[in-house]
């Protein structure tokens, strides 16, 4: 090698070095975030917050944020392979509904497995209720820490009802006719899609949670019955799927291009935003972040034009549990990669996130109802309410390996009707061999 | 793959010829033959395996896959569901009317009209049509299908604000003819191909043929049917087959519609990453993966025999 040329690698070599201070450990961290984009408040959050004050703390350890901005089942399958071969982030955000496939597919390890002693005798845990915890649990064993739960209701637009003749203030559905009945008069005012009940693949689970389950706890049904089994034929089933078909594809009370194109929950928020669709169900989440301030999503002069309804069961009385109104909760929450090579530091980290103080400053970022009881609630009137009249009304999802898959044929079978490809019988003649092909005949029910 | 096979007598008989000693040959061979079956031979046969078991990336089965044997063919070829929407049967007829539809009708007949029509326009405008359609052909596959989401969409699309400003009613193409939507893009995007290699097989043919028919006071027409199309018959097997083979397998239209709505654009690529990447079916995807090999493996044979009956006389 000539001297030029060996001076030229030795800079090179230096160069690299310098540019890499030298850490003695650094940690990934994936989040669905991104600052300006869908969830910019966790992202700046962790960027601004836990990330600079976890580092002072640690000066050997170097967190890098990633900022994931595809949609939630993207995420889902780019950990589903990264997991499964070593790679990926150390901390990701994950939702809880996951956990049971991922633990049963080896592709989570326990925090008691992966971590040990620091996870057990961390104080958080005194502050964090096993309900909360059970989010992101399955059969006993903790995988991740929750930040929060959320809870579902019928989001509407009263500046639209009240156009509509409608008296927005007062205006409680109490049946589905009612809400049926209301969009008939917001259509009638001019308003495009009046009523959003969230079907179709494209929209991943979110179909499952904020359209489908809630209709069909309305019914008094569940997905599953008391026993755990899969109900694969039942009225509530085919009641709901009219529902659909009515909105949908009979009477055009909803934007049905919402539902099937792949952007569609985006075009849905924007639906409600610029006034063209004027009852939503969604989560909390839409409400927090959505169509916060700043936010894409964001709807103009919010307080008075936004307000929230409880959803109504298909009549007073008939809905799960014999209650006149529904409601379904999640939660998501943040899992360690079990291929990390510094589990201690991840947990170090994670750890310090769930903390009270960081917790607390994330309420500055977006108030919401944190996982911790010694974060208090911020003063915001939406939060109580919501969590004081619905969390006694709400239920969860299965705790079970196999729910994703079925939630992935109820997307399949909400799109066949809202498409107007198949009827509701043919939709729910083709969900149950779907269903038996995941499960097996004898974890379904038939009730009709 | 295919010259290769029909070198290798000429390569045999000049052994002689040879820079290394065989063994030395071998050596230095070995190393690019661990990797292709490293790479090649073993995923080969581990797809064909797995295949046979019901192996999913999620749940229990990801852990403890048992073998199922045919189930997962069964499944597939299940006559109760197999014409169903979002069923294997109904991608693979979505399939055939693509591949009949965009590479047989739309990429060869265009490529060959286009380059028929090329033959006799100023060498300017030849050039200038080359590039146009040549850049549809080479341009990275998902700048394309962005650029195409962007050009068709109902409410800021392209495509519709010319059609509005000329005074017609816009359309929802994505939605209302995701089929045909596909169809044309796979055509645009294929054309150039055919084209090229019509026009190279036109350009072979002595320009004294067409002379002598001009002579005899043939139409464009008549030269095209008499003289032109027999000459290149050769050009237009390979062209098909090639075409068709890789429109079978082509992934791209998944940009624009993510197979859906609903299904209706599930080509079986398309249909083949969705059971395996997105439902996390590996078994059952490797079960699909395996019968797209046997159907490229056919179109093959028959490219092969064909291209073997051509070259056989000139040898």
Redo the contacts between chains.
Sequence with gaps: MSNRLRSLALGLVGATALATPAFAVDLDITCRCVIGGVNSATAEWLEESVIPAFEAANPDISVTLNQFGGED?QLT?QL??DF?TGAGPDITGFDGF?IP??A????LKSLDELVGDDYANWEGWEHISPGIRSILSYEGETYGVGLGTDVRMLFVRTDLLDQAGIDAASWQPSSWDDVLDAARKLKESGVEAPFQLNA???MGEATTMQGYWMALLGTGEGVTDAEGKYIVESKGILDTLDLYKTVYVDEGLGDQ?AQ???DGRNRSFANFRDGKTAMLVEGDWFYRAVTSPGAEFEVADRDNVMDWKKMPAQEPGAGWNGQDFVSVSGGTGYVINPNTDSPQEAWQFLAFMMSQEQMTAFQDYQPGIRSRSDVPIPDSPFLTETSQALLPLTTARPND??Y??VS?EIQ?MT??VV?G??SPEEAMA?YK?AVI?IVGEENTVSLL | MTTETIQTSPRRKGRNFALLSSRAGAAFLTPAGILVSLFVIVPFFWVIFVSFTNR?????T??NPEFVGLANYL?LFDP??FF???QFGFSLILTTQFVLASALIGQALLGLLLAWLIQTVPPTVKRITETFVIAAWILPEVVIGFAWFAFLD?DAGTLNMILTSIGFPPG?Y??DSPFWVIVVFNTWRGAAFSMMLFNSAFSSIPPSYFQAADVAGASSWQKFRDIGLPLIRGHIVTDLILITMWTFNTFTPFLL??G???YRTELVSIYNYRVA????QFGKGAAVGVIMMLINLAFALVYLSIGRKKKAPKT
């Design positions: 089942a399958q589903a392979l499964s996951l496939s991922f049963e597919g080896g592709l179709g693949v494209a291009r099937l194109l792949a390996a196999n994703n898959s992935q399949r799109e066949a498409s490809e198949l083709q061999s092909a | 999913t990336l999620l749940g229990r990801a852990l499944a109760a569901t169903q929407r979002g109902r929802d994505l939605l519609t993510n859906g709505p609903s990447f997105q439902d996390f």
